[in-house]
């Protein structure tokens, strides 16, 4: 971020700012960086003290004191001085009622602010966003990629993407920003609403609408009600880059100033598209790019793996383009484009002749069926092995989501079936019934002791799958496997 005075962040977070008696009244000391980890505190930090489920952040002010802070945001001025007290520490506060709101605000004036700048000098800080129930993070990455060739672009780090890493994010620009590249996430209504607020948006990407976080939404419809969020959520003259394969997110376009449409299955009305989809020896993508201002198709096939991720991929060429890049030039950098944040279909040979494809940073049963679908693209005469952790907050239909779940692992060629957790019972029910070799753990712990035992349940040369939810540990497995194989290559 640019640096601001603590006056000045102060008034940008609603918030005052407290003297210590051992501090006097506060000059002009200048924030530099915003961190909510008392762990990442440096020189020039302002720390916000979140309370959280493990940890309230008040107890943190005195280590970030004593490790460089310029400041503290804090809601319990009692709790943060008494942690100063017990570290030997002085340190200005800002006092808030509520740290999260104000780190949403004071990310909001910030992004206000700079974008009265770059217009003062003739340019513009354009904010662009992606949301949907699949493929979120991933086509931020690739969005990130694309606008960076053209200019100075700030992207959250893997899925930052809810009330805390979206203002963290914003507040990483600074004068030189051209372009900010924004994931939003939703677990209840009203989310993407408040997220839009902080980053007004001028261009809004919706993959699709599918089972996530069923629980909090209550129903698919639900669920397109809060994603559309994202397109109210545009400034007047902005653009809903919207998937024209998916109904829900289609019918967005009547809340859209401006649209732009994209199909993977080249339905010649989208705006972009995907002709003559193949799919190469390594699961690659290979088709003819259909963007608007190309004098003709270009055929090109994509760095990253998997079929789904042609959708992803036309959905950041769409915000790319609706950023102001370059036709030619999209086309160009689009073949380039990789996976940056881990556990999203990361696809890694390892010792023992092991293929792992990784795709464990979350799941729903949208995102399990392109798993699998890749799975079979992958394995040719492989061995094929699916490690699957529970799927989380699916609500009433979990039961038939893990069932569904055991099916596609049967349709797919799976020869085992490891499930973990107890709420995936009944994909293992329904792989067995499709006769399919399972194996059922009790949570994550039993699953890492199961493949270190000698006669564990990978052979050499298997392809080996692992999906589920980021909570219920899939994760970790996937990590564990790449770590220990990979040490097993090295000797």
Known sequence: MIDRCLTEIAAFASGTLLPTDAVPAPGPEIVSTVVTDSRRVGPGALFVALAGERTDGHAHVGTAA??????????????????????????????VPDTVAALGALARQHLADLRRRAARHGGALTVVAVTGSVGKTTTKDLTRQLLAAQAPTVAPIASFNNEIGLPLTVLETDADTRFLVLEMGASAPGHIAYLTDIAPLDAAAVLMVGHAHMEGFGSVDGVARAKSEIVRGLVPSGTAVLNLDDPRTAAMAELAPRTLTFSASGAPEADIRADTVELDAAAHAVFDLHLPGLEAPRRLRLAVPGAHNVANALAAAGMALAAGAAPERIAEHLAHVHLESPHRMDVTLLGRDLLLIDDAYNANIDSMTAAFDSLHSLAGSRRRVAIISEMLELGASSAADHARTGELAAQSGVALLVTVGAGAAPAAAAARAAGVDTLELPDADAALTALDAPDGPLHDGDVVLVKGSNGSGAWRLADHLRDSLKEMQAQ
């Open 66 to 95: 004593t490790a460089g802070a310029i400041a503290a945001l804090v809601s319990d001025v009692a709790a943060a001085r008494a942690s100063l007290s017990d570290a030997g520490a002085v340190l200005p506060l800002i006092e």
